[in-house]
């Protein structure tokens, strides 16, 4: 077991039992071009969190912790596209209009795939997931039932939108979750900083929260 120097109190798992979910770190979100630039953000506070986002991948993987990515993706004939969410506000390009990375959101096209340095190691596991939680309309929650796992790391943007829906999505269906600060961020800090003390106040009402340092500087405890 291991033993996390968490908030608002210490996080405890077995490598066995857990999955690193990284969710959306795909060049939609992250990179000039896509989504969340048509949405009218500045995507370059996301980008910042790749290196930390890639020590944590390389932590799981170096301790056997499952990993698994998402990505947020609709099918190219956008039938799986509510229209509610297709004419959503007033972005410069709709999802599945063509922008400078291929089809906005959609499944297969170059803005779609996960950043570089994040990319999935043979095996590893990715979920193409049309809505902002990772166990809506997704096999996630069959797959982590099946390989028996009880705890979730969480990673991943934006930490307001996609994994703070996700974290609740998981505590709900009874999953112990840990958020890494730092691993995470949204395109206004301000949220960043409410999300994470939202989740973790009244006792961890959602879950836990620890900065990438606490994760390394963990002891192992029988
Ligand atoms: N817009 C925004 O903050 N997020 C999303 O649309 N999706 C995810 O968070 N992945």
């Known amino acids: 077991m291991i033993n996390v120097a968490a908030t608002p109190f210490a996080y405890t798992f077995d490598p066995a039992k857990t ?3 990284v969710i959306d770190m795909q060049r939609d979100f992250v990179e000039p ?21 890639r020590a944590l991948l390389d932590w799981c993987r170096a ?16 039938a799986d596209c509510p229209e509610a969410k297709r004419l959503r506000g007033n972005p410069k390009l709709r999802i599945g209009d063509e922008g400078p990375m291929g089809r906005i959101l959609i499944d297969g096209e170059p803005g779609n795939d996960i ?63 840990l958020l890494i600060e730092d691993a995470t961020e949204s395109y206004f800090p301000e949220f960043k900083r409410a999300a994470i003390e939202m989740i973790r106040a009244q006792g961890a009402i959602v879950g836990w929260t620890a900065p990438m340092a606490a994760l390394r500087s963990a002891t192992v405890v029988i």
Do not use: W
């Not at 071009?33 to 986002?53: C, K, R």
């Open 115 to 177: 950043v570089a340095a994040l990319a999935p190691t043979p095996g590893e596991i990715v979920i193409v997931k049309p809505g902002k939680g990772a166990f809506y309309a997704t096999s996630l929650g069959e797959i982590l039932r099946l390989k028996g796992i009880t705890h979730l790391l969480f990673a991943g943007v934006t930490t307001e939108v996609c994994v703070q829906t996700t974290m609740r999505e998981a505590n709900d269906r009874g999953y112990e979750c």
């Open 19 to 21: 999955a690193l979910i």
């Open 33 to 53: 071009g896509g989504f969340g630039e048509t949405l009218g953000n500045d995507v370059s506070l996301l980008a910042a969190i790749v290196p930390t986002v």
């Open 63 to 78: 301790n056997g912790v499952l990993v698994v990515h998402t990505r947020e993706a609709h099918r190219a004939d956008l």
